[in-house]
């Protein structure tokens, strides 16, 4: 009887940190008063905004999934909602590559960064 070597999940490797938060889209701030509900947003505990490697931005909530077990697996892996299915499989992947260019979690990082947009807008 043959050994079978089985790879490790993919999850494993992060603790599954894709099902430790959920993020919505919006729309990339370009006034003034959007900076201002960026800073919002931020002013909210377990809140994060997030830009993508494409520019996207979202609001993420970090809010482990009610499904998620101690070990990083679904639970309910079967009954998983179809955005769960259609997450991305391999790269990109969080656990193994970076999703995010920024990831602010306070006001004062976001600020700072602001400010070296400027900056180099100057320049």
Known sequence: MACQVR???????????C????????DTPRTADDYDDVRWYLLHRDVRVLVDTEGIWYVAFDTPCER???DGRCLQYDARPQICRDYPKGNPCEGTSALFVHDFNTVDEFDGWLQRQLVAAEL
């Open 7 to 17: 790879e490790p999940l993919p999850c494993a490797q992060c603790n599954a940190r």
């Open 19 to 26: 099902c430790r938060y959920m993020a919505i889209k919006v």
């Open 68 to 70: 998620i077990g101690k």
